[in-house]
């Protein structure tokens, strides 16, 4: 009966902690003592957390999370044991795909800002374990390939959360085969653990005759067997993360030989020295253009080996865990600007941090071949930055509020992704020196508001660049959606066409962005700025008729790419008409016959046109009729007006042209000149689209 009533209040404690806020405390601060044994695969941990209540309201409970290959020995609140009860909550956040969670009843509520310090020790075995991936159907050799973190006796590497809880959390559930569950757990995690501090002093166990100790690295801190404990079969080190920031803290155990270049150290195994100099000689070769952009390196970037071939690449800061294959110099390269540009470019923003050093890799790609190139290599990321966006716009409406602007947002797809594409669109904006002189006024320290870097560009470029950041920085406003909505050529001075283009953005999200105009043997490009759901027009002086239309080369992420072209058929040729010039050859529609010929479709296609009449000049008209003896209305008509075409007319007709006589009003009298005539013509074709439905006559004398 006693271990019933036992029974029932643990279970009744349990089901009580699913109702818990698991989110309503922030960590704050670590301080743990890490002993890690090798030879038992075992990991035992003691030391101090601090928890900030950052709920509405007091808290009771508190809950702490650890992988399930870890146990709770103890925790205690101001030096006194507290009860607590240890259950297994499933989660994908550790790679065992399970989580050993310990509800804690405090011995007194946590008013909201409040804190309380926790003693604790947990300690258990981190072995190879890819459960969460092999549940989900992922072949073991990949899920392996993928949850690598072990500890063994030849290879250890233990990352953090996301990978093991190897310290301690607290978050809901996240599982894998629930869309973007994890990823949401996770942001949420990193957003609000950014500002925390952790102190780890780590002990790594060897045998006493071991000749060769193991290096011990923590993310930018290397120990190569110096620092030993009181034993000589014990090396230590201290690995501190303030604050940890966007960082996956993790240890890496191994016997590590080293090859020291000027801006690059790689840690390898002895075997492996051939393929660490070839990392050495990428690095030598793109720390000119990492110099360039970016001044001299104020730390070396560190490559780590991972001993198993197909391992999965990881990155933390300017440390890169990754197979040392042979790839081609060209990849090497182009992954070494990445560290490099980290090791050179410190950040406690994460969009300035990830954003450029994934932009620095495109345009160095873009240096050593063509924009074009460059381009490519950010579009391999415009895929999972559309997923992000879809992702934050479906969810629903009872889910916890998130800042997803780039200043805020844990979001990976959107801190590198978005953000690579943000320093592509700066750079074209207000140009590479601009940029490459805002970059080297930059000081991490003094970034404490968030429009530090704005007003360090809008100083070098003298340009007010505030509609930018609100639109990509400060705010999340999806993407641009650019359409070409109308393309109107005429010929100008010597022979050239002056092409009129007028662009439309449908997203919210505005963008200085690329037109492009081919013709036959060539294209130019201007750009234009165009804010959202707003119009921008630019006007291109071409040497040929224009055959395509094109907005946006790549360079600015879009949700709709379908819609940036306009093809542009044989269509309205326009003369320019002199004084005292008669009739010009009119253009046929889609036909070299005559207008007697003029076909059933070129019709059809014509009943959707306007006319549009201005300020009392009735300068044009579309007319039906037999014969060219046809004249417009002399009488002035309102300012703005607009007459549809009888769906009947054109089947009566036998020809059907569009009359633009050229004159002024009765009162004004005399004869228009070419250049009015060109004028009105331009304001008239505006109006009409598509060009190529429009046969056209232009005459320059007065009726």
Not at 114 to 129: F, H, K, P, Q
Request: charged share 25%; proline share 6%.
């Amino acid at each position: 009966m006693k271990g019933s009533l036992i029974l029932a209040v643990v279970l009744g404690s349990v089901a009580s902690g699913f109702s818990l806020d698991r989110e309503a405390f922030t960590f704050t601060n670590y301080d743990l003592d890490v002993q890690v044994e090798p030879e038992q695969r075992r990991l035992a941990v003691r030391g101090t957390v601090t928890l900030r209540n950052d709920s509405s309201g007091p808290q009771k409970n508190a809950v702490l999370q650890i992988s399930s290959g870890l146990a709770w020995h103890s925790i205690q609140v101001e030096g006194k044991p507290v009860q607590f009860v240890r259950q297994p909550y499933v989660s994908d956040v550790d790679h065992t795909g399970e989580l050993s969670e310990a509800i804690v009843t405090l011995p007194k509520g946590v008013p909201p800002g409040g804190s309380a310090e926790m003693t604790v020790g947990y300690e258990g075995v981190i072995a190879l374990d890819a459960t969460r991936l092999t549940r989900i159907g992922l072949p073991k050799a990949a899920a392996i390939n993928t949850d690598w973190d072990q500890i063994d006796t030849s290879f250890t590497a233990v990352r953090g959360v996301g990978y093991v809880t190897w310290y301690p959390v607290a978050m809901e559930v996240g599982n894998l085969s629930e869309g973007n569950s994890l990823f949401e757990v996770l942001d949420r995690w990193k957003t609000k653990e950014k500002n925390a501090r952790m102190r780890v002093r780590l002990e790594y166990s060897s045998l006493p005759d071991d000749a060769n100790p193991p290096v011990i690295l923590c993310i930018g801190k290397i120990i190569r067997g110096a620092a030993r404990g009181e034993s000589s079969s014990s090396h230590s080190t201290d690995c501190s993360y303030d604050p940890v920031g966007l960082s996956v803290p993790g240890f890496v155990a191994a016997e590590y030989e080293f090859l020291d270049r000027p801006n690059l150290e790689v840690a390898h195994r002895a075997e492996e020295k051939t393929k660490a100099e070839r990392f050495g000689e990428a690095a030598d070769a793109t720390a000119p253009f990492v110099k360039e952009w970016f001044g001299v390196a104020r730390q070396k970037a560190q490559i780590v080996e991972l001993f198993e071939e197909g391992a999965s690449p990881f990155e933390s800061g300017a440390m890169l865990l990754t197979p040392l294959s042979d790839a081609d110099p060209n990849v090497l390269e182009i992954a070494l600007v990445h560290e490099l540009v980290h090791a050179a470019f410190p950040s406690s923003r994460p969009w300035i941090f990830e954003g450029v050093a994934l932009f620095a890799q495109a345009a160095y790609r873009e240096q050593k071949e063509t924009r074009a190139a460059g381009l490519d290599l950010l579009a391999l990321h415009r895929s999972a930055i559309l997923e992000a966006e879809r992702a934050v716009a479906m969810r629903p409406k009872d889910a916890p509020a998130a800042d997803d602007s780039l200043i805020a947002t844990a979001i990976d797809e959107f801190y590198r992704s978005k953000a690579a594409y943000v320093w592509w669109m700066m750079r074209d904006m207000l140009g590479e020196e601009t940029v490459k002189k805002a970059l080297a006024v930059y000081q991490p320290d003094q970034d404490k508001d968030p429009a530090y870097l704005q007003h360090l560009l809008e100083a070098q470029s003298k340009r007010d660049l505030q509609w930018f950041f609100d639109d990509w920085v400060y705010h999340d406003r999806g993407l641009p959606d650019f359409r070409v909505e109308s393309a109107y050529p005429r010929l100008a001075s010597q022979g050239n066409y002056l092409v009129t283009v007028t662009i439309e953005n449908l997203g919210n999200a505005g963008a200085e962005v690329p037109v492009t105009v081919r013709f036959d043997g060539g294209e130019l490009t201007q750009r234009v700025e165009v804010h959202g759901k707003a119009k921008g027009v630019v006007r291109v002086t071409a040497p040929k008729l224009p055959t395509e239309i094109i907005v946006n080369d790549g360079s600015v992420p879009e949700s709709d790419l379908a819609n940036n072209i306009l093809k542009v058929q044989s269509g309205a040729r326009l003369a320019a008409p002199g004084r005292g010039e008669g009739i010009r050859e009119p253009v046929k529609c889609g036909r070299k016959s005559p207008p007697s010929a003029y076909s059933r479709q070129c019709f059809l296609r014509t009943l959707s046109l306007r006319v549009r009449f201005s300020d009392g000049v009735s300068g044009g008209a579309i007319w039906p009729t037999s014969s060219f003896s046809a004249r417009p209305a002399r009488s002035p008509v309102p300012s703005i007006s607009s007459t549809p075409l009888s769906t009947e007319t054109p089947r009566k007709a036998s020809r059907f042209w569009l009359i633009v006589d050229c004159f002024r009003a009765r009162k004004n009298g005399g004869n228009a000149t070419g250049r009015n005539c060109r004028s009105l013509l331009e304001r008239l074709m505006r109006s009409f689209s598509p060009m190529p439905t429009l046969t056209i006559v232009v005459g320059s004398r007065a009726w």
